[in-house]
């Protein structure tokens, strides 16, 4: 896959191997699973049998699909009779509760929630980075299993990452996110267009998602602190980047930010490369890497911003610069963000499926 291909628009499924196949979304009415069904059609999965399922408040309600509407079910244990494929984006509770239910009936999940991510045996996938972990599992279409799709700070992280660990070594990484409203749901996305409308309305906040106030500020991420002083959020980023590289000694740590954007997550990288490495050499491994697309233009003071970013398949990827702290040359800096909803959860979750056809 060319950064051509990634960037801009949307690239399409690859040549079928296998006959079409019955998929279901568990959370299809979410802000994931609403995604996937526009990656699904813009990428024309060859789809058979399609199910879409959420909770039962949902239920009955019409969703169209590649011009056809369809009608939301409850999830249950019997949703998955015929089912090849079940895209989860439920919660981790949902995906625990009904993922064995699917497997049990055939099915490959690929599940969006953390539930499954750590749990040895289960492959956690980038498909630019480790592709070869899903061949090794032995899942398949038609043979059943868990595939579990990494946090998406880390997937944004990690493409843009991988490619120069892959070129030079890499012996440490800083990161620190700015994380958009989507990372909770389409309910924090609410949340955060209602509380810009009463802040500029000089009304109190409304907080029901978050505790504090988020329009016109930031904060720590609201992820459970753990005894640390790092927050779930930042350990996820280190325990699934050690298992996707399948290097349980990387170094790695993480600061991460809720702020008041939409759907974009964005990212301060700073790198320590086994050898020494130029801002020009950088450059070129990024921009011939696939999943990225290079926004790093000094002279119009133009660079990844989340908004550029919303939407869009690629990584953009700026700033890309030696980091002056280091001595030795090793030391690189760079910015990236990513569309949270897209490459950070349904696209991945379906670049995945895809590897399968
Ligand atoms: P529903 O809309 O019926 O509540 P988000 O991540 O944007 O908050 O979306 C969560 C998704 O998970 C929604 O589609 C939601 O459905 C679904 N969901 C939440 N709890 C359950 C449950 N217990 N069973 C099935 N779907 C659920």
Redesign the pocket.
């Known amino acids: 896959m060319s950064s051509a291909q990634t960037s801009g628009q949307h690239r399409r499924a690859p040549a079928l191997r296998t006959s079409t196949v019955n998929v279901a979304i ?9 995604e996937f069904l526009r990656v699904l059609e813009q990428r024309d999965f060859p789809i058979g049998q399609f199910k879409l ?7 009955g309600k019409r969703v169209s699909f590649k011009g056809a509407e369809h009608t ?1 079910e ?2 249950t244990d019997d949703s998955f009779k015929g089912v090849d494929l079940a895209l989860f ?3 981790g ?2 995906s625990k ?2 993922a064995p239910a699917a497997v049990d009936a055939g099915a490959v999940v690929v599940d969006n929630s953390s539930a499954f991510r750590m749990t040895q045996g289960v492959p956690l996938i980038v498909p630019e980075v480790n592709a070869e972990a899903l061949s090794a599992s032995g899942i398949a279409i038609g043979k059943g299993g868990v595939i579990a799709n990494p946090n998406c700070s880390t997937i944004i992280m990690l493409v843009a990452v991988h490619p120069l660990r892959v070129a030079a070594g890499l012996r440490r990484v800083v990161v620190s996110t700015y994380q958009a409203a ?1 990372g ?6 609410r949340e955060l267009e209602q509380q810009t409308r009463q802040v500029l309305a000089g009304e109190a906040p409304t907080c029901e998602v978050f505790s504090q106030q988020y329009a016109l500020n930031l904060f720590s991420h609201d992820s459970a602190m753990q005894a640390n002083g790092y927050n779930q959020e930042e350990m996820k980023m280190v325990d699934e980047a050690r298992k996707i590289w399948g290097d349980p000694a990387a170094r790695i740590a993480a600061t991460c930010i809720r702020v008041p954007v939409m759907r974009a997550h964005a990212e301060s990288i700073t790198l320590e490369l086994g050898r020494a490495m130029d801002e020009a050499e950088a450059r070129q491994v990024l921009a011939a890497a696939p999943g990225v697309e290079v926004v790093d233009d000094r002279e119009h003071n133009r660079f990844p911003t989340p908004l550029e970013a919303s939407d869009r398949d690629a990584v953009l990827v700026g700033r890309i610069r030696q980091d002056i702290s280091s001595e030795d040359g090793r030391g690189l800096a760079m910015f990236v963000c990513g569309d949270q909803i897209r490459k950070g959860a349904a696209l991945n979750a379906v670049q995945i499926a895809e590897l399968m056809l």
């Open positions: 568990a959370g299809a009415t979410g802000a994931v699973g609403q399922l959420a909770s039962a408040r949902s239920a939301i409850e999830l984006s439920a919660g509770s949902t509760r009904f989507s909770a749901g389409a309910a924090a996305m």
